[in-house]
């Protein structure tokens, strides 16, 4: 089992960047693949992007391909979500995510979850 923990998220403005945070502990961190998701008010969860164990492999939803990076320090136990050239419309709550399948992480069916940050960027 997993515990993760988001921290990072803020309020920003239009074109600004954010970098989220998720540590983990329990499980060894490198045993599992990790991502990012969102839920914005009214909406439903969608996924953000997600890194493979070692970080070799990365998968971005269209929505935020070339403004997001996620990236993975194993030594830390620690994910990373760099947010670039931020819009009105990445508001959400942001949960951090994660499971020994890659594919399962991708797909939206991630076994562990965080309690998520608030991201808000104004215009």
């Known amino acids: 089992q997993v515990q993760l923990v988001e921290s990072g998220g803020g309020l920003v403005q239009a074109g600004d960047s954010l970098r989220l945070s998720c540590a983990a502990s329990?499980?060894?961190?490198?045993?599992?693949?990790m991502g990012w998701f969102r839920q914005a008010p009214g909406k439903e969860r969608e996924f953000v992007a997600a890194?493979?164990?070692?970080?070799?492999?990365?998968y971005y939803a269209d929505s935020v391909k070339g403004r997001f990076t996620i990236s993975r320090d194993n030594a830390k136990n620690t994910v990373y979500l760099q947010m670039n050239s931020l819009k009105p419309e990445d508001t959400a709550v942001y949960y951090c995510?994660?499971?020994?399948?890659?594919?399962?992480?991708?797909?939206?069916?991630?076994?562990?979850w965080g309690q998520g940050t608030q991201v808000t960027v104004s215009s």
């Open positions: 995510t994660a499971d020994e399948g890659y594919s399962i992480v991708v797909t939206g069916g991630p076994a562990y």
């Open positions: 329990g499980r060894t961190f490198s045993s599992y693949a």
């Open positions: 890194i493979s164990r070692r970080g070799g492999s990365t």
